[in-house]
């Protein structure tokens, strides 16, 4: 019940007229990118980092968590509309939503998404007002070692579970960690990996890079396949649902959330589990299964709750451990150090006001989308209609801006353009984004808790393993890496249980 | 013996292929329907879909016809093209109303088509013109 006082005591903070005027920017600029395939929230809080400094840190971030939940609603519009995901969180709704579309459903699938996300979103901001505390209460007696293990297990979590290929998750993820390296030695000052570059002393700030990634990279990748044949859309007009879509889409809305939530609050982050869960689970479910493949709506309320709870679990390491397990989450890890908030077990007791106002906006935000979205979806699918030179000159001109801001620098930029090079190329080769930026934004850290650890027992290695619970977790990283291996080989003999995995990522 | 349309799913195109077809029917000629995008943007109205060039399709019924449907850099440049390549004795296309700080910022392929077409170009508008923006009445 402290909580839910607590929570109060934040709404009344959150309900005065420019917090909500913040809310409602970032959740109709989470939409806008959401709805536009390839420009994601994550890039979308890169880009705003340097336009919040003149804001405080709560109506930052107030603004981030909107442009967050907004861009996982965002996304299952262009699904539904376009069966072209503008979220990886996305794709399962696609496989029904369009179908439901194609059908002449396509309000009905656009009502359902928007009020499965609201109740998900509502449900998941509730159960983190309620863990996000308790586990933080846990994560203060946590010491340096098992902190370590900790991010270790979330980096390799991230880098072996999601994506087709371990191998290109491990060469992004020591990218990633090894662009983190750069500056100077945090306990010795000796220079690493500056190249002879002074500039390059204090270390690469996360904008450069974030915003080279995801910007630049992205405007390159376009820049190369810039002509392609317009996709049909299929027209839509208000959302509404009947009786029967209610009666078909509360359960799956409710199994999403359960779904969703707890897959985002593990360091293994990411809604592409829960959702693609969500959609099996449902399938199994139906009473007329035949319908699913069809455009059944049950298909588009599961996922599209299951991404909406993620996205608020993910919000539980963020403020308990510090930790984030998303790009966008990252992103807003790092805006809140550059406001000099440490997020982390002492959060809520030394920001307190400042994370029940972010709670409380979370639900505000909520709202907001659903009384924005549903009567403008038709607004959203003319976005799609904007020319591709015109949107990215817009991207990179804030891109430029937003390097240059970080400290007025003329070698940011080009430390900008080299960073975009490399965001083609992760493109080109395939290479998974999340890893690296989490390298980059988590490896700092990791290195500082393992010199903590190792400077207690001057330097000997037992220093990393004389915590209980930093041992459990590197039996569970051992656990992780060999299961898939295992897995196999019993596969090899007896043969088909993920078939109906394999049936879903065909179709 | 070619008659070259430049068509857009709207008013305008289909002002266009009326004309189109009565004048190859007038000439005895074979009916060429042009419809190109950019390409740049994930959905071009203007661009026709595949329901769009079966009506289109049907309703030439009756005249030895083709269409052809691309993506390039520039609009008036792609229908130019097809123009030469076929040889077209006309060129006819749907005009419709712009105001001169519209044309000025986005340029007119009418206009260009007009100036540059090798062949004379016939420019046609639909019957009761409608005061809205071609581009809104079907999303």
New interface residues.
């Given amino acids: 019940m402290d909580s839910l006082s607590l929570l109060l005591g934040g709404l009344q903070d959150a309900l005065t007229p420019i917090n909500v005027l913040y809310a409602a920017v970032g959740v109709l600029l989470g939409t806008f990118v959401g709805v536009?395939?390839g420009i994601g929230p994550a890039m979308a809080v890169a880009l705003l980092l340097p336009v919040t400094y003149g804001l405080g840190p709560t109506q930052a971030l107030i603004m981030f968590a909107g442009i967050y939940y907004g861009g996982m609603y965002g996304g299952s519009t262009t699904s539904i509309l376009?069966n072209?995901p503008g979220e990886s969180s996305s794709v399962m709704t696609a496989i029904e939503g369009n179908k439901m579309a194609k059908a002449g459903r396509a309000a009905q699938a656009l009502a359902t998404a928007a009020i499965g996300s609201f109740i998900a979103g509502t449900i998941g901001t509730l159960l983190l007002v309620f863990f996000a505390p308790l586990l933080a209460n846990q994560a203060v007696k946590i010491g340096a070692p098992s902190y370590f293990a900790i991010i270790l297990l979330s980096l390799v979590l991230v880098t072996s579970v999601l994506g087709s290929s371990k191998l290109r998750g491990f060469i992004s993820l020591f990218i990633g960690l090894t662009i983190g390296l750069v500056g100077l030695d945090l306990s010795t000052g000796q220079a690493r990996l500056i190249l002879g570059q002074l500039q390059l002393a204090d270390g690469i700030d996360i904008v450069v890079v974030a915003v080279g990634i995801f910007a630049v990279g992205e405007a390159l990748w376009v820049a190369a396949h810039?002509?392609?044949?317009?996709?049909?859309?299929v027209?839509v007009g208000r959302p509404f649902m009947g009786r029967e879509d209610w009666s078909r889409s509360w359960r799956p809305w409710l199994r999403g959330t359960a779904l969703g939530f707890p897959f985002g609050a593990v360091p293994a982050g990411g809604a592409e589990t829960p959702t693609f869960l969500s959609y099996l689970v449902e399938r199994r479910l139906a009473k007329n299964s035949d319908e699913f493949g069809k455009g059944a709506i049950e298909g588009v309320a599961g996922p599209e709750a299951a991404n909406n709870a993620s996205a608020a679990g993910t919000f539980v390491p963020l403020l308990a451990l510090g930790l984030p397990v998303t790009a966008t989450a990252s992103i807003i890890l790092a805006a809140m150090q550059s406001y000099g908030i440490q997020p982390g077990p002492d959060l809520l007791g030394s920001q307190a006001d400042l994370v029940w106002t972010l709670l409380a906006s979370l639900l505000i935000g909520n709202t907001l989308l659903l009384v924005i979205n549903l009567p403008l979806a038709?607004v959203w699918?003319?976005l799609?209609?904007?020319?591709?030179?015109q949107l990215y000159a817009g991207i990179l001109f804030f891109a430029a801006l937003g390097a240059y801001a970080v400290s007025q620098q003329a070698f940011d930029l080009l430390l900008l353009l080299l960073f975009g090079l490399v965001g083609f190329a992760i493109r080109r080769f395939g290479l998974p984004v999340l890893p690296l930026i989490l390298g980059v934004i988590l490896g700092p850290l990791m290195e500082t808790k393992m010199r903590e650890a190792l400077d207690l027992t001057d330097g000997a290695v037992s220093g990393l393993f004389n915590e209980a619970l930093a041992i459990v977790i590197y039996l569970l990283i051992a656990v992780v890496l060999l299961a898939p291996l295992v897995v196999r080989r019993l596969r090899g003999r007896r043969g088909s249980d993920r078939r109906d995995a394999d049936e879903v990522m065909a179709s | 013996m070619t008659v070259v349309v430049g068509y857009v799913p709207n008013q305008y195109g289909e002002a266009a292929i009326d004309a189109g077809v009565q004048e190859a029917r007038r000439r005895g000629a074979r009916l060429v329907v042009v419809n190109t995008s950019r390409g740049d943007a994930l959905v071009d109205p203007r661009f026709a879909s595949r329901s769009a060039l079966d009506a289109l399709d049907s309703r030439l019924a009756g005249v030895e016809h083709e269409v052809r449907q691309s993506v390039g850099a520039d609009v008036a440049d792609q229908v130019l093209d097809v123009v030469r390549d076929v040889d077209a004795e006309l060129l006819v296309i749907g005009l419709r109303q712009r105001t001169p700080v519209g044309k000025m910022l986005m340029g007119s392929v009418a206009q260009r088509l007009l100036m540059e077409a090798p062949c004379p170009v016939l420019a046609v508008k639909p019957a009761r013109m409608a005061a809205t923006h071609p581009g809104r009445d079907l999303r």
């Fill in positions: 536009l395939p376009l072209t810039l002509r392609r044949r317009p996709i049909d859309v027209p038709p699918a003319r799609l209609q904007i020319p591709r030179p």
